[in-house]
């Protein structure tokens, strides 16, 4: 099942719809809970995608994909794990702003795991039941605000440094995933999921160690190799084939 977050021409309103086929049919309610559809359908050629969800936490992890044709190191005991803050989360099309103080920030095309379920202190077995589903996700960072002692957090955390979309897919097989990117039309990213080196199922079960997951919690889970610096005009393209394409153009803040 494909849902959405929208807004159709001449309306603010943001609607959430379930996507069949060519239509969008709105709902009402919670997105993890009981939903009431309305009634109402749109095409989805008059519609504009926004982010698919509210995320509660945006939890990242760094360094997470080896490249290809190098050996595969050991899943770490304690994988890079960074917050991102809910500004940061924009929509397809949103701009992604380039921050004063940097003339270029890097983006990285992810896979995005959406929890559905409360669970703490889960087993890497019995991470599928929490997951709800599945988006793009494109994890910008500024580099140069990157702490020399290590920390992340002011170079991930920048106002709209984290578009997600254009919908959240619940019937998704991960471990099949292809994640590419493109910058300007020019491919930068191509890699399957066979490179990632804290499997999805791993990564999960170690957050939920130290924190509860709860409904719209959002894991990113780490970009392949490719990911480059861009500049203010620049347009990213994101693909994972089975849930969508997600593109932003960087601008000058």
């Not at 709105?26 to 009431?36: A, C, H, K, V, Y």
């Not at 702490?147 to 254009?166: S, Y």
Request: with cysteine; aromatic share 10%; proline share 7%.
């Amino acid at each position: 099942m494909k849902f959405t977050r929208f807004t159709v021409s001449g309306e603010t309103e943001i609607m959430s719809g379930i996507i069949e086929g060519s239509t969008v049919k709105e709902f009402t309610g919670d997105l993890f809970g009981d939903r009431t559809l309305t009634g109402r359908t749109f095409q989805l050629g008059d519609i504009q995608y926004k982010a698919p969800l509210i995320p509660r936490h945006i939890i990242g992890i760094g360094k997470n994909f080896a490249a290809e044709g190098v050996e595969m190191p050991p899943v770490p005991d304690m994988p890079i794990l960074f917050l991102k803050p809910l500004g940061t989360v924009i929509g397809p099309e949103d701009p992604v702003l380039l921050p004063c103080g940097t003339e270029e920030i890097r983006f990285e095309s992810e896979l995005a795991v959406v929890i559905g379920k409360t669970v703490k202190n889960l087993s890497p077995e019995d991470t599928d039941e929490a997951i709800f589903g599945y988006t793009v996700a494109n994890d910008f960072g500024a580099f140069n605000y990157f702490h020399p002692e290590g920390h992340w957090t002011i170079g991930k955390a920048f106002d709209t440094f984290c578009p997600l979309g254009p919908v959240l897919e619940t019937e998704f097989d991960y471990r099949s995933a292809r994640i590419k990117a493109a910058v300007n039309g020019i491919l930068k990213q191509d890699s399957l999921m066979n490179r990632i080196i804290t499997p999805i199922d791993v990564m999960i079960s170690y957050i939920s160690q130290f924190m509860t997951l709860m409904p719209g919690d959002v894991i990113l889970t780490g970009t392949p190799a490719g990911a480059d610096n861009v500049r203010d005009g620049d347009v990213v393209d994101c693909f994972i084939e089975g849930i969508g394409h997600l593109r932003n153009q960087v601008k000058a803040e």
